[in-house]
């Protein structure tokens, strides 16, 4: 059973647009949230990060936004850049009490 | 070091082989976390340490994967006969402390069973 799931795989967006991903959860003790972004051949790198608090975290081009109520939680890039190209992966933990759960991560494609 | 540094970036191994994989990472982070990525797949969590002891080894596939830490610097993760269901990217991260906060993860190890 997969406690977060990203359920768009790829998403395509051209420069300057805005890249919506898009992330749900199952596990209502989750209480932080995290996306990372992946460049092939390398590690993920935190990207941007939300307590379950807030519903709302800014970050330049980055905002991620939580609904706790749908557990959803989405990640906006804007303006997107060719260099986004990445995979981005959800993650969520639990205090603490568990190592972090990722989801399956959504290829995004920046064209120029 | 700068960052977590895992070796080899590459191995490829025989069906029936066993195989180390190598974590070091950054220095004075207590906490490490050994995840696998397969193909199309999320990072999948294998086993945690904080310090030298396991804390918490639930996501370890069968009782061929081992991972040891014993002096709570560099971790080693071993598998034994080792089955091409086992090719993957094995992740390793590193933290100050429990919990997400601080997670850095190194570039990895692809693991090919041939």
């Known amino acids: 059973d997969q406690q977060v799931k990203q359920n768009s795989p790829s998403l395509s967006v051209q420069e300057g647009r805005i890249s919506i991903l898009n992330c749900d959860y199952t596990n209502s003790m989750f209480d932080y949230f995290l996306w990372y972004k992946k460049y092939p051949a390398e590690g993920p790198t935190f990207l941007i990060s939300?307590?379950?608090?807030?519903d709302k975290n800014e970050d330049g081009r980055f905002t991620v936004f939580l609904n706790k109520s749908a557990k959803h939680l989405s990640l906006h890039i804007v303006p997107s850049q060719p260099g986004d190209s990445a995979v981005y992966f959800c993650a969520a933990d639990n205090s603490g009490n568990t190592p972090l759960v990722f989801g399956k991560g959504t290829r995004l494609s920046v064209i120029a | 070091g700068a960052g977590v540094s895992q070796t080899p970036s590459n191995k490829v191994t025989e069906k029936g082989k066993y195989v180390e994989l190598r974590c070091d990472p950054i220095?004075?982070?207590?906490?490490l976390y050994w995840y696998r990525q397969s193909l199309g797949q999320g990072p999948e969590f294998l086993i945690y340490f904080q310090g030298t002891g396991a804390a918490d080894d639930s996501g370890l596939p069968n009782d061929r994967f081992f991972a040891v830490r014993p002096e709570g610097s560099v971790s080693t993760l071993k598998i034994q006969r080792t089955e091409r269901g086992d090719s993957a990217v094995y992740l390793c991260?590193?933290?100050?402390?429990?919990?997400?906060?601080?997670?850095?993860f190194g570039s990895g190890t692809r693991l090919t069973v041939v």
């Open positions: 991260a590193s933290s100050p402390g429990g919990g997400a906060v601080g997670y850095t």
């Open positions: 939300i307590s379950s608090i807030k």
């Open positions: 220095s004075g982070h207590t906490a």
